[in-house]
């Protein structure tokens, strides 16, 4: 019934024309999502500045960055913990931010949940992906033609 | 002797008084040609809607809907906009001017660029019916979900509910929404999501959750931890800009959730 141009919310589609509210699951999951939000970017400022600092200012410097540098670094429980913080909210962060885009424009029901799935299936293959090489990363392979780290056994 | 003496020593009532020419009066207003473009929206004949434009002279003291009146009562008699008081108060005609809500009541045309047509759309986000005139029942509908009336749970007092100076302060800013829809139909979430409650029921709610008188806040709060409640604002403060009362809609929102927060954590 309306114009083409000035286009009608969703609730308003012909579909259902009684203005009907999707009842509330009485959860507060977007409250909880919102102060994530603020939270997890505020510690990711600080994780995020303190590992651009260490890789590209301290010691030799963005010249310093080869394989053995990162090896070197996640040999430290530190560091793997350092990383893994950065990483897990990082795309906590930037999945709830895609969510609510998708939200916030996909307007038919189809396409936000095929977007959010996809949305969701990435963030799990990279945070799981991501975790497990943080954790089973080999710093001294066998046959490395690259620079290992000086704690290597020399082969 | 001239006029201003005898206004001076025998004080005769102010219409009476007749002035020279040169020293004002009506036809010292200036005049100048506005074009109008409105977006026009008929159903019984056309599914789409059109810009038309409507030519005038108008003077420096003309609002738009003086404008829209002339085109009404004068070019085009099936022209449709919703207008009640005329003077800011009773919040019928919202529209979009210019590609900014407004209320046709309290825009000046010489605050706009009259150079170029002036744009008047029907608020976005709300279904048209005709031309300027929006189903504004969704907006209703939200408005009254979160309960704007009083709810106290004490005796009935036999005088008036007390409150502070301070008290009242503290909700002073919502309390004069006057429900145009301004707000909500300037918000890009509204737009695409017309289940979220938007910035005028927000701000109603704002106005009970923060009245010392009244002991359901608590409700209201949960109503607005909806999902389509308050986390949908995106702060992006079209609201507070659209607002005809100057009513810092995004801050009402923000305490809410703020109120919501220091509630559950």
């Known amino acids: 019934m309306s114009s083409n141009v000035i286009a009608s ?71 793997q913990w350092w990383d893994l913080a950065m990483l897990w909210l990082a795309m ?64 | 002797m001239s006029p201003i003496e005898t206004a001076e020593t025998a004080p005769e009532p102010a219409s009476k008084i007749e002035l020279p020419a040169h020293m004002g009066g009506g036809g010292e207003i200036p005049t100048f040609d506005v074009t109008l473009r409105v977006r026009r929206y008929d159903p019984e004949f056309s599914e789409d809607s059109t810009w038309e434009d409507f030519t005038m002279t108008m003077y420096g003291t003309d609002r738009v809907l003086d404008a829209l009146h002339k085109v009404k009562w004068e070019q085009d008699g099936s022209l449709s906009f919703r207008r009640s008081c005329a003077h800011g108060v009773c919040g019928s005609d919202a529209m979009r001017i210019n590609g900014r809500n407004r209320l046709a009541c309290k825009t000046l045309l010489k605050d706009l660029d009259t150079s170029k047509p002036i744009t008047v759309e029907p608020i976005k986000g709300l279904p048209v019916e005709k031309d300027l005139i929006v189903d504004m029942e969704p907006f209703f509908q939200s408005y009254r979900e979160i309960m704007p009336f009083l709810i106290n749970r004490g005796h009935e007092p036999s005088k008036e509910r007390l409150q502070s100076a301070e008290e009242r302060e503290r909700f002073d800013d919502t309390t004069k929404c006057i429900l145009c829809a301004a707000c909500t139909s300037s918000c890009p979430v509204f737009w695409t999501d017309g289940q979220y409650f938007g910035p005028a029921a927000i701000v109603n709610a704002h106005r009970f959750i923060f009245d010392s008188r009244d002991d359901a806040g608590d409700m209201r709060l949960e109503i607005l931890n909806d999902k389509e409640g308050v986390w949908r604002c995106r702060t992006t403060f079209n609201c507070t800009e659209a607002c005809p009362r100057g009513i810092q809609v995004t801050q009402a929102i923000a305490e809410v959730k703020q109120a919501i927060l220091a509630r559950q954590v």
């Open chain 1, 92 to 155: 906590l962060h930037g999945t709830n931010g895609v969510r609510t885009i998708i939200n916030d424009y996909a307007d038919r029901n189809g396409t936000r949940m095929t977007l959010k799935g996809v949305l969701y299936a990435a963030a799990v293959v990279i945070v799981v992906l991501g975790t497990l090489v943080i954790f089973t990363f080999d710093p001294c392979p066998a046959g490395a033609v690259v620079d290992l780290p000086s704690f290597c056994p020399v082969p």
């Open chain 1, 9 to 79: 919310p969703r609730s308003n589609s012909a579909q259902s024309p009684k203005y009907k509210r999707n009842k509330g699951s009485h959860s507060s999951f977007e409250m909880v999502a919102w102060l994530f939000m603020r939270m997890s970017g505020v510690v990711l400022v600080v994780l995020i500045f303190g590992h651009l600092f260490v890789n590209l200012m301290l010691g030799g410097g963005i010249h310093q960055i080869d394989f053995g540098f990162v090896a070197g670094k996640w040999a430290s429980p530190f560091w």
